[in-house]
């Protein structure tokens, strides 16, 4: 929107052609209606979150009844990983809701052969092109694909793609964009965005991310925090799943996400949360029928993660020992207090008393209810405790110096360009609201870099306008000067005096932001 461009974007003024375009929109309209704050630009995730915990729970009341929409929903709400991608200023969100509409409402279609589910679904497909691209068709098209294959039903699937006003409406909310982008960009976009940020982020490892064949197994226990328990009776009984029509279309949407994504040469770990629509599903139908040991199970876990979050600080301490980079040393072993952390008893007692005590000994609720609120307890907590002091700790000091900039070029009356210096941190751009590229400091740049990447020669020639933690506002020292007169030492001496009266003012705005 800086550049009153609404079809492409740009990062620190370079184009930025790796991503679609949908929940940038969202997020300039958030913006525009809430300002340029942290939430405005979280709020399109979190709305998308509840939306998406609304859409489980809606398809699963007709289904399975109240108790498991409830439980679907609530599942979902304090799973770790789900938890975690609605607070984040990301298309993962967006993405996951509008699988979860698509593939839900070509369920539907597979169940009563309607139109208008089918159109539904594929409206949503063409949204979800515009949000992260081949990713939104592929994964709706491959769960009523292998459904369809595993009871060889051609029929159905040919009535499934025969509907001309489907394919206009996925087409119609999709292509435009693609054919504005391609216009816009060119070649650059073809290779860099479908060619680079999809065909090559399954034949090969990009920026690192690579994992063995096995470690979507591994992430998807833990991305499914607390509720990991119940992945036990969900493989027990897969067989009696695979004998129900909805069972075995969310096993094989599970299935497909999980092995697929093993296969891709780059992992990240919320691509498995593509397929938690269906896991939430069959895990809330277990929740409701649990028994003892699998609630002694979840009670564990919740008190587990509860317990994890209030060791925060010691693990923070113990992670600045053990790490070999300098800045992330810094930051870790000087994270501001937690006071909180004592609150964690009062939370495990709770969370006892509703999954163990409560549904038991006083049928006030259901077990399943029970599970729901502990976790919803806890997953409050995190959010509004323990997830703020991790961003405290390491994403504090960025923001700091990011909003001192203005305060200090105004009371230094020096305002110069601002340059990230072996440094890359995109939301340096955001806390200051415009570019900050990534250069070398020239003609009387200011810089925000890294102690830590500076050397005693260069710092020689520089003056630290401020210091947090780890990172540093610099700007280059007035030239060495000839020896003064009497007059220009007076001079001199005042206008020390003048800085020290502005790096006191200075000191005191920062504190305040």
């Known amino acids: 929107t800086i550049g009153h461009d609404w079809g492409s974007t740009t990062l620190n003024g370079v184009d930025r052609i790796d991503k679609p375009i949908l929940i940038y929109w969202f997020q300039a309209i958030s913006v525009k209606m809430f ?35 409830i439980a679907a929903a609530g599942i979902l709400a304090t799973t770790l990983g789900p938890m975690l991608i609605g607070r984040a200023a990301t298309a993962d969100s967006l993405l996951n809701l509008l699988l979860t509409l698509g593939t839900l409402d070509l369920w539907r279609h597979l169940e009563n052969g309607r139109d208008a589910p089918r159109r539904r679904a594929f409206a949503w497909i063409g949204l979800g092109l515009l949000a992260k691209g081949p990713v939104a068709l592929l994964i709706p098209a491959a769960a009523a694909g292998l459904w369809l294959a595993s009871n060889r039903d051609r029929s159905r699937l040919q009535r499934l793609v025969s509907d001309p006003v489907a394919w206009a409406l996925m087409a119609g909310i999709s292509l435009p964009w693609y054919i504005y982008a391609v216009a816009r960009h060119g070649m650059a976009f073809v290779d860099g965005f479908l060619l680079h940020h999809n065909l090559q982020r399954f034949t090969g490892s990009m920026e690192g991310h690579a994992g063995s064949l096995f470690y979507y197994l591994e992430v998807l226990p833990a991305a499914m925090m607390p509720w990991t328990p119940l992945l036990v009776p969900i493989v027990m009984h897969v ?89 992330y040393r810094t930051l870790l072993s000087s994270a501001p207090v937690a006071p909180w952390v004592w609150v964690s008893v009062s939370i495990c007692l709770l969370v006892f008393a509703l999954t163990i005590w409560v549904p038991n000994v006083r049928n006030y609720i259901t077990e399943a209810e029970g599970a729901v609120f502990a976790a919803l307890l806890a997953a409050s907590w995190m959010v509004l405790a323990v997830l703020p002091w991790w961003g405290q700790t390491v994403q504090d000091p960025i923001r700091t110096l990011a909003r001192t900039v203005p305060i ?22 955001f806390y200051l609201n415009h570019t900050v590229e990534r250069a070398d400091p020239v003609n009387g740049d200011w810089a925000l870099t890294r102690i830590d990447r500076v050397t005693p020669d260069e710092l020689a020639k520089l003056e630290v306008v401020q210091q947090v933690r780890g990172y ?25 005096a003048s800085e020290a009266a502005s790096a006191q003012a200075l000191a005191v705005a920062a504190a305040r932001v």
Request: hydrophobic share 55%; charged share 15%; proline share 7%.
């Open 35 to 69: 300002g340029i704050t942290e939430f405005a630009v979280r709020l399109p995730s979190a709305l998308s979150a509840f939306l998406w915990c609304l859409a489980i729970g809606h398809f699963a009341w007709r289904r399975f009844g109240p108790q498991v929409a």
């Open 239 to 327: 067989r009696t799943r695979w004998r129900e029509p909805l069972g075995r279309f969310m096993l094989l949407w599970l299935g497909f996400v999980v092995v697929f994504f093993s296969l891709s040469g780059t992992k990240l770990p919320h691509y498995v949360l593509y397929g938690f629509t269906p896991l939430m599903l069959l895990a809330a139908q277990e929740l409701v029928v649990a028994k003892l040991p699998v609630r002694f199970g979840l009670c564990a876990t919740i008190i587990a993660v509860v317990a994890l979050g209030a060791a925060s600080p010691w693990v923070a301490s113990s992670l600045a020992a053990s790490t070999h980079d300098p800045l």
């Open 408 to 429: 200090a070029q105004m009371t230094l009356q020096d305002k110069q360009r601002v340059v990230q210096w072996r440094l890359h941190q995109p939301s340096i751009a």
């Open 472 to 496: 540093a506002l610099v700007r280059p020292a007035p030239a060495a000067s000839e020896p003064l007169s009497r007059i220009g030492a007076e001079q001199n001496a005042a206008q020390a």
